[in-house]
Every structure is written in C-alpha cells, then in structure tokens.
C-alpha cells in the first residue's frame, strides 16, 4: 500500500475525496433514485480511504467505522427537530385524500372478461376497443393487433384489461 500511495500525490487523493462527496450530494439531492452517482461517490470516497491507510486492514476499519458514523448522523438527523425540516423539504408531504377531490377509479372490469369487441387503434400492445359502445383502454398478451379486428377479453388484472384476437 505504502508504494501505492507514495506514487500518488496528495492532490489525487483529495480529489477523490471531493469528487465521492460531491457524487453522493448528487444523488441525495438532484438525481436520487437511479443509484449511479451515489455507487461511484462511495466508491471514491473508500478508494481514497485505501490510499491513504497503510494497511488493507485498516482501510476496511476505517470505511467501516466512516459508514458507522454516517449511518448513526442520518438516524440521528431524522429524531431532532432542527434537522428534521431539512429531511422535509427533500421529502413531498402532501396527501391525497378523497376530501381533497383525489380518488382511486372504481370501475369493475371483471364484467367484461369473456366479452368481445371490436380493435379502435392499432394494439402494439396497448390501445383502444370498443366493446358494445364503451370504449376501454386494454393491452394484448404482448403481440400486435390490427385497427378493426375482432378481440376477446381474457383476462382482467384490476384495471388492465387483457385482450387476444379472436380468428
């Protein structure tokens, strides 16, 4: 390890200190979700451990003991008052609630399995079908169906509703 470290400079190491902190920032406040920048900051920041510990023993005690300490600051930030606001501005907080005009659609399609309609737009897989004057969004079992072709519902998964072409 030591001749590895002495053959790099002090500038790299720092470097990469800053570019695994700035990539975490990343992926904690613009681009969370994907996992990318947040995988390549950590790995930065332990990659820099390495280099500056002499041993790979103490590496790994002191990444460890860094995460540890990570881990017991984020828990810690989410008990007190004063850092919670910050967790709550990152987070949405409002509620959809049916007082509020927000509803989940109520439709029982279970009535339409075993019926059959007529194809309105391509199915590629999705698309539109006219079943006796009701038009119904409905999805192929992954194949493609002409415009005006006779379909049967097969089978219904809540509101999707899953449709085979009849011959």
Do not use: H
């Amino acid at each position: 390890m030591k001749g590895g470290r002495e053959s790099l400079t002090t500038a790299i190491i720092i470097t990469l200190f800053i570019v695994g902190i700035i990539l975490i920032g990343l992926e904690l406040l613009v681009i969370p979700g994907f996992g990318i920048s947040g995988i390549l900051g950590i790995a930065a920041l332990v990659t820099g451990i390495i280099f500056v510990s002499d041993t790979w023993y103490e590496a790994m005690l002191y990444s460890f003991g860094t995460f540890v300490i990570l881990a017991i600051l984020v828990y810690l930030s989410f008990r007190f008052k004063g850092t919670r606001k910050m967790w709550e501005k990152l987070s949405l907080n409002t509620r959809q609630s049916n007082q509020s005009g927000y509803t989940a659609p109520t439709y029982n399609y279970a009535d339409y399995l075993g019926r059959q309609g007529i194809a309105l737009t391509q199915l590629r897989p999705a698309g539109t079908a006219d079943f006796q004057g009701k038009r119904v969004d409905v999805v192929t079992e992954g194949g493609y169906i002409k415009e005006g072709s006779q379909v049967k519902v097969i089978a219904v998964e809540g509101v999707r509703i899953i449709v085979r072409e009849v011959n």
